[in-house]
């Protein structure tokens, strides 16, 4: 009695069920909706403490201190709207969503108009030191320290104060965060990453029958 073995099909052509199948990252969605929102309240939160630090520091740069409400709230909900964008780019940029989320952080750009304007050299500053090469490093940190006292000594008084270069010392410590948000706006960004599949065509597989690769 002879027995005839018959060739069965590989294991992937029988799990795999025939027909269109649904994408691989269906369920993937509600994770990573969570995360964005995650850094968007995060950024927020810090938004809100960098702002209170950045009132500090102007209230001890200037001259002629004053306090209003107004003026503190402004800069408080204008902070907490940037951390906010920069917190959802920094989200997105690690789930490795498009490149197109870098367009989140424009409403950023607001906290750098009017007196804003001094914060630009030590923002790019700091970026250039947090991810820049040693060169790069070096010409960012005398960018960053150089460019908040060359704004006080450009005043109308000619000679810091105590209490101005202490400000000068806390916005150069603020400027990180700052340099931090533009280079993760700036800074090249990783690839998305891609699930594929592959027909597997095998003769004792049904036809239509996918495997992945």
Do not use: K
């Amino acid at each position: 009695m002879s027995i005839t073995s018959r060739r069965l099909p590989p294991l992937a052509a029988i799990v795999a069920p025939s027909g269109p199948s649904a994408p691989a990252n269906a369920g993937d969605r509600g994770p990573a909706v969570r995360a964005m929102l995650r850094g968007l309240v995060m950024g927020m939160g810090l938004g809100l403490v960098w702002g209170a630090v950045a009132r500090v520091f102007m209230r001890m740069l200037t001259t002629d201190p004053s306090f209003s409400w107004s003026g503190t709230l402004f800069i408080l909900g204008l902070a907490a709207v940037a951390g906010g964008c920069l917190g959802l780019v920094h989200a997105a940029r690690v789930a490795e969503r498009s490149r197109w989320w870098r367009l989140a952080a424009l409403p950023a750009l607001a906290l750098f108009a009017g007196p804003g304007i001094v914060l630009v050299p030590a923002a790019i500053g700091m970026a250039m030191v947090l991810r820049g090469g040693r060169v790069v490093r070096v010409v960012g940190a005398v960018v960053v320290t150089g460019s908040p006292l060359f704004a006080v000594l450009s005043g109308e008084t000619t000679e810091a104060t105590p209490t101005q270069l202490a400000g000068v010392a806390l916005m150069v410590l603020s400027a990180a965060p700052l340099g931090w948000g533009v280079a993760e706006v700036v800074c090249r960004w990783r690839p998305r990453r891609r699930v594929t599949t592959q027909v597997v065509q095998d003769a004792g597989a049904p036809r239509g029958s996918m495997a992945p690769v």
